[in-house]
């Protein structure tokens, strides 16, 4: 855990300026092993301070890798440096966002730094399990990943507060043959936030969740090619995440609203059917915590949700507190960096589609000929809001049931076009918490969602 060399600096901070010292640490953890042997065996760790400063709107920015109170006495100098200067500079002030309120931060959670012989043994022992519970796989991998960043932010007219994000996951692929001997893949991802006690402890909660993977590669590998065109399905509910993230998210993040994103010219108007409601959301969700917990971003501002689209309505974009001043709105804490040298960017953190009332049977029951989209591998999408996402499970529905497993295809459509077509929504909430978003530099995001019924073009052969 950081020690807190950076509260102390306020007094140091120039009048007239809108300043965040920031000291950040970030560790990371990867073992792992392929049909039992050890291939990758990884620990990184960097630390540094950062300071960005605005005056009129003008921003000054300065990183070091080294962390001690001089050092970030020197980075607040260069950044306050940098802003009045490039103030000067300006032909025209820019945005100035307003003063924040000082909020009450939640004390911070501790991360926990676990042997890595620990976590080398809990990989073996799972890959023990699967090599004398499932013999017939041709191939199997098991892979531990931990990332953790540890945050003191200090602002001038902002909240400050110590913050941590520690989180960490074991990854299981299974991979069998086929009928016509092609390989055939699934894969799960246990765990979420927090450190290795929080979820590792025990590792056999966990197998019976595994058995259920196998089972749907047992089905997959007398899948069938889903038929191509535009097909009633079910989206579930992981499904139904990556779209909010990728096709929809990414399309209202303000700066790449002021980029050109098909939402700009949609605020206020309908994107979706009443039935669609969407929410980044900061650290509770439905009475609970989020998957990824954010309470404090990295420009002081407290994490609040942030309503994107209500009843099928675009109703607001996620912001920056520059962001935020240039569309009269209250920044939600969405600005947050990956290293201690990144400057903060627009970031989603908890994305998920909001349950509906029906219940999945009913939905299926309501289908003649159509798919149950479970799983997705990959995805992509642009500022248009056109996607492609792989789908590695699903199933048929042929007459209210579920039939065959499909081999492995893909879907695409343009986001707003295809949430019109959804009407039925599910009950229930499916998270996912493992991946890293790309936008320029990586970050942790929770996505969820329920089940969809919907139309949507789908991959055949």
């Known amino acids: 855990m950081l020690t807190d060399i950076i509260t102390p600096q306020a007094a140091c901070f120039a009048d007239g300026v809108q300043t965040v010292l920031r000291g950040h640490e970030n560790r990371s953890r990867r073992v792992m092993l392929l049909q039992g042997n050890l291939v990758q065996n990884a620990r990184s760790e960097s630390r540094g301070v950062s300071a960005r400063v605005a005056k009129n709107g003008a921003y000054g920015f300065a990183s070091t890798a080294l962390y ?193 994103s098909v939402a700009g010219p949609m605020l206020h108007k309908r994107v979706a059917s009443d039935l669609v409601t969407l929410v980044d959301f900061a650290h509770t969700a439905f009475g609970a915590p989020t998957p ?50 990144d400057e903060p960017l627009i970031r989603m953190r908890n994305t998920c589609i909001l349950p509906g009332k029906s219940k999945l049977e009913d939905m299926i029951a309501s289908i003649d000929d159509g798919y149950y989209l479970i799983d997705s591998s990959n995805g992509q999408a642009d500022l248009t809001g056109e996607f492609m996402f792989g789908v590695s499970l699903g199933y048929e529905i042929k007459r209210g049931k579920l039939g065959r497993a499909l081999l492995d295809t893909t879907v695409s459509g343009v986001a707003f076009d295809m949430l019109r077509t959804v009407d039925m929504v599910s009950d229930n909430i499916t998270w996912s918490s493992s991946g890293f978003c790309g936008k320029k530099q990586p970050m942790p995001v929770g996505m969820g969602g329920p089940e969809m019924r919907c139309r949507i073009l789908i991959g055949g052969r």
């Open 292 to 341: 990824l917990p954010v309470y404090l971003d990295d420009e002081g501002t407290p994490a609040s949700d942030a309503v994107l689209i209500e009843n099928g309505i675009l109703t607001g974009y996620m912001n920056s507190r520059q962001s935020a001043a240039r569309y009269g709105v209250a920044p939600a804490g969405n600005a947050r960096a990956w290293l201690y040298n």
């Open 68 to 260: 001690t109170a001089e050092d970030a006495r020197a980075v607040l100098r260069a950044a306050t440096d940098n802003a009045v200067f490039l103030a000067h500079r300006a032909a025209v002030p820019g945005v100035v966002y307003p003063a924040l309120s000082p909020a009450s931060i939640p004390p911070c959670r501790p991360i926990v730094d676990c042997d890595q012989k620990r976590i080398i043994d809990l990989c073996r022992r799972v890959d023990d399990h699967l090599a004398k519970t499932y013999p017939n796989l041709i191939s199997r991998r098991v892979i531990y990943t931990e990332d953790s960043q540890d945050k003191i932010i200090c602002a001038s007219d902002a909240a400050s507060g110590h913050v941590t994000y520690p989180r960490c996951y074991l990854y299981v692929f299974l991979t069998a043959e086929s009928t016509d001997g092609a390989p055939v893949e699934l894969f799960r991802a246990f765990g979420g936030c927090g450190s290795f006690e929080d979820h590792f402890a025990d590792e056999t909660v966990y197998y019976e969740a595994i058995d259920a993977l196998y089972q749907h590669l047992m089905a997959k590998r007398e899948g069938v090619y889903a038929e191509a065109g535009e097909k009633t399905v079910i989206l579930g509910g992981m499904m139904g995440g990556m779209l909010a993230h990728e096709a929809v998210g990414h399309t209202v993040e303000a700066d790449l609203v002021q980029g050109g």
